[in-house]
C-alpha cells in the first residue's frame, strides 16, 4: 500500500466549512428506484453444489448491455449525491488540503539525482533531475502532457548503472498493461524502443539493455481487461532495437500461471530471475542465478521450492545476501553462496528476532535494517558481517523507508510519515551517524490538535489486535462521534502509520479515524499472516468486527456513527463483515473489492490469488469461500448498511464485475431505508490514477459517509 501526504486551512475558510448546509434527511435520500438489472438462468455447479449466477452477463465488459447498465447505475448514484448540499464543500476543501508541493526521495545513479514532484495539484507526478548537488532540477518525463484526461501514469523508471539511458514504463487509463520505452540522457531524447504487453515486470539493467517480463500478444485484443493472463517470460532488450529483436530468455510453458521477473544487484554482476507458483496455491518463491563472471548462459538455482519467500538484498564478493522466512516466522538475513547453495552453507548474518524484519537494503559499506515493531518501524546500521551500529531515531511513532545507495554513497536518503506527521524526506550522513531535513511537506493543518493513540482489543478467539485511533484532542466519548474504520488483513501486507492529506478534512470535522491491523497481514511475520488466510480467513472478519465493538463499547462512536472502508482484499473485508454483521455499523464503503470468491482465479492475474484464499477449484476449500463469499451471502430481506461501492472500468486488477455483480445482487436482495449505490469511475484502473480522480472520489465517499452518520442532519 501507497504512502501518501497532507494540508490546513486558515480560520475563516475553516469555519465556512464546519458550517455547511444542513443535509436533506435521509429518508428523502433514500427513496431510490434502482436500474433493473436482468437475470439470465446460469446454474454452476461447484463439486455437487449448484450455485446460481444470474448477473453472469455483466462479466463482459465489453458490451453494450453492461455499458447501459454502468450509465444507468451512474446517473442514480451521481443524482443522489448531488442532493448532498456538504458534497461541494468538502470537495473544495479536500483539493485545498491536497495541494502542496509532494517529492520523492532522491536517487543518485552516474552524475544524476532522480526525483519525482507533484506540485500539488497536478494529476501525475513528474520525474525531475539534476547533476549533482547543488543543481537546477530539470524535467525529465512530464506525464501531465501524454493524455487530455491526465490518466496516462509513468509506472517505471530505471537509469542504467552509468546513467546514459532511461527506461520507463506508461499505464493508460488506469490499466495495469504497460509499454516501456528508453531515454537518451545525454540528449533527453526518446530513443524508438517501444515494448508492449507488460505486466508483473521490473527494468533490470545489465550491459547496454535490460531483462524485463511480459505476457504473449494476447490473440483477441477486445477483452485484454478481464482475459486471463499466462504464460509470463523473461526477455532481454538491447537498447535502440525493436522489441522483435529481444532475446526470450525464461519461459517455462509447462506452468502457464507462474511470475517470473528478473532484477540484477548494484553492481550488475549478478542477475536474479525470481520465480513464484502462486496460481499452484504456493505462496513463496525461488531463485535463480546468473553471474556474469562466470560466464554462464543459463540462471542456476539457488533456492528451489515455493514454500519460503526469499528477496535478494546485494552481492557480497560473489555471494548473495538474502532476506528470507525460511525457518524465521519473523525473517532474517543470510548469506548464499550461489556455487554451493544447500542450505547447511548458508551464513546467517542477521538472525530472526521478535520483531519482524520488515526490509534490508546496503549502501555505503553499511546495511540498513528496518523492524517493525507492533505496527510501526525502528530502523538499525549494521556492518557487512551484521553487527549492529546504531539506530537511527525517528521523530515518532510511525513509518520509515529508502535507505538505498551506491556501495561508495556516504549518505542515504529516507522517508518518514505518521497519521499526523507529512512525509518528510531526510539525509542520514553514514559517517556522522546523524539526520537532518533534505525536504518537508509544507502542510497548512496544526498537528498539534490531534492525537493519535494505540489500543489492543481481543478479537472473537481472544487473539489481542492493534488498533490506531487519531482524532482531535479533547475528543468526548460518548458514542456521538462519526467513525472511519479501516482495514486490510490478507497478503502479508502491513498497515502502518502514515499520512494521508484526504482524512484532514474529516478529522477537522471531529471524524475519529481508526486503522486496524487485522490477522492475514505481515505485521508480526508469517505466523500473523497464516492466521488470517485460506481456511482462517474468518479470523481477519472477526477481528474487524471486534475492532468496531470495541470503538462502540469504549464510546469512541456508535452503530449508527460508524462506516467500515477497504479496497481490494480490504474490499472483501466490507463486503464479508457487511453481510455477516448487517446490523455493525451504518455505512459500508467496499472499493475495487474481491466479491466473487468464487469465480475470481478466472480473470487477468486473479488465479495468482489463490495462493492467499485457495480456490474453489479445490473441493475442500470450496465450501470455506461459499461460506464467507459476500456475493453469495447477500440474503433476501435483509436490512444492510447505506453502501457506496467504488470501482473502475479499466481496473484489471480486480475487474470490476466482482462489483457489478454485488451491486446488482444487493439491489435486488437487500431491504430497508438504506441507499445501495455503486460508483463506477471512467478511464481509471485499480484506484484512483489521477489527482483529479482521487478527489473527486474521495469527496463523493465522505459526503456518502456523512450523509448517513453526521449528527443533527435530520436522519
Given at each position: 500500500?501507497?504512502?501518501?501526504?497532507r494540508?490546513?486551512?486558515?480560520?475563516?475558510?475553516?469555519?465556512?466549512?464546519?458550517?455547511?448546509?444542513?443535509?436533506?434527511?435521509?429518508?428523502?435520500?433514500?427513496?431510490?428506484a434502482?436500474?433493473?438489472?436482468?437475470k439470465?438462468?446460469?446454474?454452476?455447479?461447484?463439486h455437487g453444489?449448484k450455485?446460481?449466477?444470474?448477473?453472469?452477463?455483466?462479466?463482459?465488459?465489453t458490451?453494450?448491455?453492461?455499458?447501459?447498465?454502468?450509465k444507468?447505475?451512474?446517473?442514480?448514484?451521481?443524482?443522489?449525491?448531488?442532493?448532498?448540499?456538504?458534497?461541494?464543500?468538502?470537495?473544495?476543501?479536500l483539493?485545498?488540503?491536497?495541494?502542496?508541493?509532494?517529492?520523492?526521495a532522491?536517487?543518485r545513479?552516474?552524475?544524476?539525482?532522480?526525483?519525482?514532484?507533484?506540485?500539488?495539484?497536478?494529476?501525475q507526478?513528474?520525474l525531475y533531475?539534476?547533476?549533482?548537488?547543488?543543481?537546477?532540477?530539470e524535467?525529465?518525463?512530464d506525464?501531465?502532457?501524454?493524455?487530455?484526461d491526465g490518466?496516462?501514469?509513468?509506472t517505471a523508471?530505471a537509469?542504467s548503472?552509468?546513467?546514459?539511458y532511461?527506461g520507463?514504463?506508461l499505464?493508460?487509463?488506469?490499466?495495469?498493461?504497460?509499454?516501456?520505452?528508453?531515454?537518451?540522457?545525454?540528449?533527453?531524447q526518446?530513443?524508438?524502443?517501444?515494448?508492449?504487453?507488460v505486466?508483473?515486470s521490473?527494468?533490470?539493467?545489465?550491459?547496454?539493455?535490460?531483462?524485463?517480463?511480459?505476457y504473449?500478444?494476447?490473440?483477441?485484443?477486445?477483452?485484454?481487461?478481464?482475459?486471463?493472463?499466462?504464460?509470463?517470460q523473461?526477455?532481454?532488450?538491447?537498447?535502440?532495437?525493436?522489441?522483435s529483436a529481444?532475446?526470450?530468455?525464461y519461459?517455462d510453458?509447462?506452468h502457464?500461471?507462474?511470475?517470473?521477473?528478473?532484477?540484477?544487484t548494484?553492481?550488475?554482476?549478478?542477475?536474479?530471475?525470481?520465480?513464484?507458483?502462486?496460481?499452484?496455491?504456493?505462496d513463496?518463491?525461488?531463485?535463480?542465478a546468473?553471474?556474469?563472471?562466470?560466464?554462464a548462459?543459463?540462471?542456476?538455482?539457488?533456492v528451489?521450492?515455493f514454500?519460503?519467500?526469499?528477496?535478494?538484498?546485494?552481492?557480497d564478493?560473489?555471494?548473495?545476501?538474502?532476506?528470507?522466512?525460511r525457518?524465521?516466522?519473523n525473517w532474517?538475513?543470510v548469506?548464499?553462496?550461489?556455487?554451493?547453495?544447500?542450505?547447511?552453507?548458508?551464513k546467517?548474518?542477521?538472525?530472526?528476532k521478535p520483531?519482524?524484519?520488515d526490509?534490508v537494503?546496503a549502501?555505503?559499506?553499511?546495511?540498513?535494517?528496518?523492524?517493525?515493531?507492533d505496527?510501526?518501524?525502528?530502523?538499525?546500521?549494521?556492518?557487512?558481517?551484521?553487527k549492529?551500529?546504531?539506530?537511527i531515531a525517528l521523530?515518532a511513532i510511525?513509518a520509515a523507508?529508502g535507505?538505498?545507495g551506491?556501495?561508495?554513497?556516504?549518505?542515504?536518503?529516507?522517508?518518514f510519515t505518521?497519521?499526523?506527521?507529512?512525509?518528510t524526506?531526510?539525509?542520514?550522513?553514514?559517517?556522522?551517524?546523524?539526520?537532518?531535513?533534505f525536504?518537508?511537506?509544507?502542510?497548512?493543518?496544526r498537528?498539534?490538535?490531534?492525537e493519535?493513540?494505540?489500543?489492543?482489543?481481543?478479537?472473537?478467539?481472544?487473539t489481542k489486535?492493534?488498533?490506531f485511533?487519531?482524532?482531535?484532542?479533547?475528543?468526548?466519548?460518548?458514542g456521538?462521534?462519526v467513525?472511519?474504520?479501516?482495514g486490510?488483513?490478507?497478503?502479508?501486507?502491513?498497515?502502518e502509520?502514515?499520512f494521508?492529506?484526504?482524512?484532514?478534512?474529516l478529522l477537522?470535522?471531529?471524524?475519529v479515524?481508526?486503522?486496524?491491523?487485522?490477522?492475514?497481514?505481515g505485521e508480526?511475520?508469517?505466523?500473523?499472516?497464516?492466521?488470517g488466510?485460506?481456511?482462517?480467513?474468518?479470523?481477519?472478519?472477526?477481528?474487524f468486527?471486534?475492532?468496531?465493538?470495541?470503538?462502540?463499547?469504549?464510546?469512541?462512536?456508535?452503530k449508527?456513527?460508524c462506516?467500515?472502508?477497504?479496497?481490494?482484499?480490504?474490499?472483501?473485508?466490507?463486503?464479508?463483515?457487511?453481510?455477516q454483521?448487517?446490523?455493525?455499523?451504518?455505512?459500508a464503503?467496499?472499493?475495487?473489492?474481491?466479491?466473487?470468491?468464487?469465480?475470481?482465479?478466472k480473470?487477468?492475474?486473479g488465479?495468482?490469488?489463490a495462493?492467499?484464499y485457495?480456490?474453489?477449484?479445490?473441493?475442500?476449500?470450496?465450501?470455506?469461500?461459499?461460506?464467507?463469499?459476500?456475493?453469495?451471502?447477500?440474503?433476501?430481506?435483509?436490512?444492510y448498511?447505506?453502501?457506496m461501492i467504488t470501482t473502475?472500468?479499466?481496473?484489471?486488477r480486480?475487474v470490476?464485475?466482482h462489483?457489478?455483480?454485488?451491486?446488482?445482487?444487493l439491489?435486488e436482495?437487500?431491504?430497508g431505508?438504506?441507499?445501495?449505490?455503486i460508483?463506477?469511475?471512467?478511464?481509471?484502473?485499480h484506484?484512483?490514477?489521477?489527482?483529479?480522480k482521487?478527489?473527486?472520489?474521495?469527496g463523493?465517499?465522505?459526503?456518502f459517509?456523512?450523509a448517513?452518520?453526521?449528527?443533527?442532519?435530520?436522519?
Amino acid at each position: 500500500m501507497p504512502t501518501l501526504d497532507r494540508c490546513r486551512l486558515p480560520g475563516p475558510a475553516l469555519a465556512l466549512f464546519a458550517a455547511a448546509s444542513v443535509l436533506p434527511t435521509h429518508a428523502a435520500l433514500a427513496q431510490l428506484a434502482y436500474p433493473p438489472t436482468t437475470k439470465v438462468d446460469q446454474v454452476d455447479d461447484y463439486h455437487g453444489t449448484k450455485v446460481p449466477d444470474p448477473y453472469r452477463w455483466l462479466e463482459d465488459d465489453t458490451s453494450s448491455a453492461t455499458a447501459t447498465w454502468v450509465k444507468a447505475q451512474n446517473a442514480l448514484t451521481f443524482g443522489y449525491l448531488s442532493k448532498i448540499p456538504v458534497r461541494a464543500e468538502l470537495r473544495r476543501r479536500l483539493e485545498e488540503i491536497y495541494n502542496y508541493p509532494r517529492y520523492s526521495a532522491p536517487i543518485r545513479k552516474g552524475p544524476y539525482l532522480f526525483f519525482s514532484k507533484n506540485d500539488g495539484l497536478q494529476n501525475q507526478p513528474v520525474l525531475y533531475l539534476q547533476r549533482g548537488e547543488p543543481g537546477a532540477p530539470e524535467v525529465l518525463i512530464d506525464p501531465n502532457a501524454l493524455s487530455a484526461d491526465g490518466t496516462t501514469r509513468l509506472t517505471a523508471t530505471a537509469p542504467s548503472h552509468d546513467a546514459a539511458y532511461l527506461g520507463y514504463g506508461l499505464s493508460r487509463g488506469g490499466s495495469d498493461w504497460q509499454e516501456y520505452f528508453v531515454k537518451r540522457m545525454a540528449t533527453k531524447q526518446d530513443l524508438p524502443d517501444r515494448l508492449r504487453w507488460v505486466k508483473i515486470s521490473t527494468i533490470a539493467w545489465r550491459g547496454s539493455g535490460f531483462y524485463y517480463s511480459r505476457y504473449p500478444a494476447p490473440p483477441d485484443t477486445t477483452n485484454v481487461l478481464s482475459a486471463k493472463n499466462e504464460n509470463h517470460q523473461v526477455w532481454y532488450h538491447r537498447v535502440a532495437t525493436p522489441q522483435s529483436a529481444d532475446s526470450l530468455v525464461y519461459q517455462d510453458s509447462a506452468h502457464p500461471q507462474r511470475f517470473h521477473v528478473v532484477s540484477t544487484t548494484e553492481d550488475e554482476r549478478f542477475a536474479i530471475l525470481s520465480i513464484s507458483d502462486r496460481g499452484a496455491g504456493k505462496d513463496g518463491n525461488a531463485v535463480y542465478a546468473l553471474d556474469a563472471q562466470s560466464g554462464a548462459k543459463r540462471f542456476i538455482p539457488v533456492v528451489t521450492g515455493f514454500e519460503d519467500h526469499f528477496d535478494v538484498v546485494d552481492d557480497d564478493n560473489g555471494k548473495l545476501l538474502v532476506l528470507t522466512d525460511r525457518k524465521a516466522p519473523n525473517w532474517r538475513l543470510v548469506l548464499i553462496d550461489p556455487t554451493a547453495p544447500s542450505e547447511a552453507n548458508w551464513k546467517e548474518i542477521i538472525p530472526e528476532k521478535p520483531d519482524r524484519l520488515d526490509g534490508v537494503s546496503a549502501a555505503g559499506g553499511k546495511l540498513f535494517a528496518v523492524y517493525l515493531k507492533d505496527a510501526a518501524n525502528r530502523v538499525y546500521v549494521l556492518d557487512r558481517k551484521g553487527k549492529v551500529e546504531n539506530e537511527i531515531a525517528l521523530p515518532a511513532i510511525g513509518a520509515a523507508s529508502g535507505f538505498r545507495g551506491r556501495p561508495t554513497d556516504q549518505d542515504v536518503f529516507w522517508t518518514f510519515t505518521s497519521f499526523t506527521f507529512p512525509t518528510t524526506i531526510y539525509r542520514y550522513d553514514i559517517a556522522k551517524r546523524t539526520s537532518t531535513v533534505f525536504r518537508e511537506a509544507r502542510v497548512k493543518f496544526r498537528p498539534e490538535d490531534y492525537e493519535t493513540k494505540q489500543v489492543f482489543f481481543p478479537s472473537k478467539d481472544g487473539t489481542k489486535i492493534p488498533m490506531f485511533i487519531v482524532h482531535k484532542k479533547g475528543l468526548a466519548l460518548d458514542g456521538g462521534n462519526v467513525a472511519l474504520i479501516y482495514g486490510y488483513g490478507g497478503f502479508n501486507i502491513s498497515l502502518e502509520p502514515y499520512f494521508d492529506p484526504l482524512l484532514i478534512p474529516l478529522l477537522e470535522r471531529g471524524v475519529v479515524y481508526a486503522l486496524v491491523n487485522l490477522r492475514g497481514g505481515g505485521e508480526y511475520g508469517e505466523t500473523w499472516h497464516h492466521a488470517g488466510w485460506r481456511d482462517r480467513k474468518q479470523n481477519v472478519f472477526d477481528d474487524f468486527i471486534a475492532g468496531a465493538e470495541w470503538l462502540q463499547g469504549h464510546g469512541y462512536t456508535s452503530k449508527d456513527r460508524c462506516a467500515l472502508q477497504g479496497g481490494s482484499n480490504g474490499g472483501l473485508l466490507v463486503g464479508a463483515v457487511m453481510t455477516q454483521r448487517p446490523d455493525l455499523c451504518k455505512v459500508a464503503l467496499p472499493g475495487v473489492g474481491v466479491m466473487d470468491m468464487l469465480r475470481f482465479q478466472k480473470f487477468t492475474i486473479g488465479w495468482n490469488w489463490a495462493a492467499e484464499y485457495g480456490s474453489s477449484d479445490d473441493p475442500k476449500m470450496f465450501p470455506v469461500l461459499f461460506g464467507y463469499s459476500p456475493l453469495h451471502n447477500l440474503r433476501e430481506g435483509v436490512s444492510y448498511p447505506a453502501t457506496m461501492i467504488t470501482t473502475a472500468d479499466h481496473d484489471d486488477r480486480v475487474v470490476p464485475a466482482h462489483s457489478f455483480k454485488f451491486a446488482a445482487t444487493l439491489q435486488e436482495k437487500g431491504r430497508g431505508p438504506n441507499p445501495y449505490l455503486i460508483r463506477i469511475e471512467t478511464r481509471s484502473g485499480h484506484g484512483s490514477v489521477s489527482t483529479s480522480k482521487l478527489l473527486d472520489e474521495a469527496g463523493d465517499v465522505y459526503a456518502f459517509m456523512l450523509a448517513q452518520t453526521e449528527r443533527g442532519l435530520g436522519q
